[in-house]
């Protein structure tokens, strides 16, 4: 195939200028789904500025045709949902894995999702930089391998009496699926193109999501009826074993299915002497006050980080919420399973309108966001009343799987729209800042919420109401652009 060759030389780095980049093929007889079928090279990331420097610098790949692209996503959301499921596997077996193992202490075993947050702060932009720097294929192996050392440790003999063990495996786990989410948005740059992007990034968006549910969907399995003598600590022991092996076992899977499967990228080109003296430049604070200087960037970090800063910690917590309600305590576990699969539903049917409809990102993250911030005012409504009418139940449970899958569904939107207005940044590492900023939020609030044990029960809910109003306006003030990456 004779197609257009990209290189770095004919980049303009010292201008703000995006690169105009033609993809079109020659023209030797064949209709546009032959081409699409057929191996082409696009350039990863598009956009440089002067102020880029070298570990931003990210070189064309060779991208496969269309059925490989379908095949490159199915292989990588399987390894974010196994990588995802083994992460966060003690939060539905909390209660179990301390009965089955006595050694354990219930704080130390609580603090293990805190490591998602501190290393999802420091590292998720260095994981950016590193994509963009040795490759997607490589990237995803490394991931895979620190994820598979993370579940060998719980295979460990000693593993079930130390907690030392119990947080290195947890570390290991929360630093590989950090590339989860600047990966996504990287595959569907260099792997898609506009009018499929935004499906792409929404299917390895809900693969991390559909982690956790796997992993309520196993506590439903195991829920003790009470007609049944309840299981002994020697029980849960072997089930809780059995779960780290098929843990341990996926992730060896997932890694030699990406090792041999995954395509392979093209090699690195020669930089041009003008990029090269541009990486000489200091850029200590390139990075700050770039993100400032962005306001589209900013706009759509605030608006993520308010519709699911709030609403996330609220879903983490919604058995407290509704054991003080006494409500049974099944309903929490079963709520929090069917919102993350209305979550994946919504979210296919968003970026698929989204795709037939080009450009229209913004105006369905706008409608989902809406709908999502009328149902909470309507959930809230029903909580204020719910200790003088349990009869409202189920109006607050429907309340609930319609109002946060709603404001959730908007994220995959967000992502895409923060790679369109990502300049003169990757629009790997734009989408590691707006994730960066909604963890730091989240954990702000998780302090105070520490603090302020009361605010849970009696203020939370308003506050997601307040948060995802604020994050709607944040995103209608956005100036949309053409996409041309």
Known sequence: MNGTRLSIENYRAVTDRPMEVDLSFSDDGGDDEKNDDQMYRVPSTPRYSESSFKQFIKHPTYVPGREDRVFVVILVSLTFLVQMFSRDIWVPLFGPALTAFPAWSQTSLALIPFWNTFTGVLLMIPASIGINKYGMKTSLLCSCAVT???????????????????????????????????????????????????MATGILTIATMMGSAAGLLVTIELREPSFFVPMTNVQWKIIIEYIMYGCFTANIVCTLLVMVFFPQESSSSELSYSVNRQQLLPSKSFMTNASFDNVGLLYIALSYALSNAFSWPWYQMIDVTYSSMDFPQSIGVDCRFWMIVHTCSLTLSACWFADQFTGSNKLIGLTCLLLGSVCTLWFVSVMRRIRRNLDLMMHLIVAVLFAFPLSWSANSLLYE??????????????????????????SCLYVLLAIFPELHIDWLHV??????????????LLKEIPCNR
């Not at 460990?156 to 786990?173: D, I, R």
């Not at 307040?466 to 995103?475: C, S």
């Open 148 to 198: 598979t050392c993370g579940t060998a440790i719980r295979c460990l003999p000693f593993f079930e009496e130390s907690m030392f063990a119990v947080h290195a495996s947890a570390v290991f786990l929360s630093i590989g699926s950090i590339i989860a989410k600047p990966l996504t948005v990287t595959i569907s740059t260099c792997c898609f193109r506009i009018g499929e992007r935004n």
């Open 417 to 442: 729209l923060a790679a369109d207005h990502a300049h003169p940044f990757p629009e790997n590492v734009a989408v590691s800042l707006v994730e960066s900023l909604r963890i730091i939020l989240e």
């Open 463 to 476: 506050f997601t109401l307040v948060a995802g109003l604020m994050g709607f306006i944040f995103l209608l």
